[in-house]
């Protein structure tokens, strides 16, 4: 494969955007019943430009970081330009909020917001624990992106609801991959291990409180979703009792591309099964991709 074009592919992470599709899809199916407008089309590609813009913008702010600590990355290695960079990202933001208004008023508002949330964490707040937060943040707008397909879910509440066990996810995710360099603060996982749990909590409460499901039914959803939990569990719990760099990044690879999964399970708990496969049909996409480009 051509350098320059592997260079590109490594700076937007590309396997990742794939993800951020995945959200827009379980949010709009969600939300929309299963009956999803083609216009989520749009929002699908306001999503992958704004996450990919985000890529590229976070690799910008930390090019003097990058050249010490990865200096093999696209921009301190030299095969792409810092100005040429700036432009990219700066071209697919804007081309992205500019969709998002192709599909309603409400749309561009959660594009703007989510753009602002990611600009905000690449170039302000990216440290500590406000930093994962802001990180979850992004990924919780980019899931009221797609919730907006259906513009009442916003006004009703459902879309800030069901947005609200990726936003907890990512930001337990996003604390531990500060430490994917030097693993240096073996109690980051205990802090990432707390926001997962809020991240398990959310699902148990959505499906009390937004499932028209009988008691019984609430409760075997509940011990399934305790058990497709017990994985991430037990890989946190080895990462713990080997905290080094080698595993922190396998597990924010596993992580990254478990996205789609919970995805596609959330969609599956309102009972849209045909998406929820659909959805996870992304996921040898993702793997794919993966082997041409670190997600990390």
């Known amino acids: 494969?051509?350098?320059?074009?592997?260079?590109?592919?490594?700076?937007?992470?590309?396997?990742?955007?794939?993800?951020?599709?995945?959200?827009?899809?379980?949010?709009?199916?969600?939300?929309?019943?299963?009956?999803?407008?083609?216009?989520?089309?749009?929002?699908?590609?306001?999503?992958?430009?704004?996450?990919?813009?985000?890529?590229?913008?976070?690799?910008?702010?930390?090019?003097?970081?990058?050249?010490?600590?990865?200096?093999?990355?696209?921009?301190?290695?030299?095969?792409?330009?810092?100005?040429?960079?700036?432009?990219?990202?700066?071209?697919?933001?804007?081309?992205?909020?500019?969709?998002?208004?192709?599909?309603?008023?409400?749309?561009?508002?959660?594009?703007?917001?989510?753009?602002?949330?990611?600009?905000?964490?690449?170039?302000?707040?990216?440290?500590?624990?406000?930093?994962?937060?802001?990180?979850?943040?992004?990924?919780?707008?980019?899931?009221?992106?797609?919730?907006?397909?259906?513009?009442?879910?916003?006004?009703?509440?459902?879309?800030?609801?069901?947005?609200?066990?990726?936003?907890?996810?990512?930001a337990g995710l996003t604390f531990l991959s500060k430490q994917e360099v030097d693993a240096a603060n073996v109690k980051a996982i205990n802090i990432t291990a707390l926001l997962l749990f809020f991240s398990l909590l959310s699902v148990l409460f959505i499906i009390w409180t937004q499932l028209e499901s009988p008691n019984w039914q609430c409760l075997v959803l509940s011990l399934a979703t305790l058990g497709l939990a017990s994985p991430l569990v037990q890989r946190t719990i080895a990462v713990k009792r080997d905290f080094t760099p080698q595993n922190i990044q396998r597990m924010i690879g596993w992580m990254i591309i478990a996205i789609i999964p919970f995805d596609a399970f959330m969609v599956a708990l309102f009972g849209h099964y045909g998406w929820a496969v659909a959805i996870l049909l992304l996921l040898p996409l993702c793997r794919w991709l993966s082997r041409y480009a670190y997600m990390t």
């Open 1 to 170: 494969m051509n350098v320059k074009i592997q260079s590109y592919i490594q700076l937007l992470r590309l396997p990742n955007g794939i993800t951020a599709v995945s959200n827009i899809l379980a949010a709009g199916v969600i939300v929309s019943a299963g009956q999803l407008p083609t216009s989520i089309v749009f929002l699908c590609l306001a999503s992958l430009f704004i996450y990919y813009a985000g890529m590229i913008f976070n690799d910008c702010f930390d090019v003097k970081e990058d050249a010490q600590d990865r200096p093999d990355r696209p921009i301190p290695s030299g095969n792409i330009k810092l100005s040429s960079a700036w432009l990219l990202a700066s071209g697919l933001m804007v081309l992205g909020v500019i969709i998002s208004s192709f599909v309603s008023l409400i749309a561009l508002y959660a594009a703007i917001g989510l753009s602002i949330l990611v600009l905000l964490y690449d170039g302000v707040v990216k440290q500590g624990l406000f930093g994962a937060l802001t990180m979850g943040a992004c990924r919780y707008a980019n899931w009221l992106l797609g919730a907006a397909i259906v513009a009442s879910s916003i006004s009703s509440g459902l879309g800030w609801i069901i947005a609200l066990p990726i936003g907890f996810y990512i």
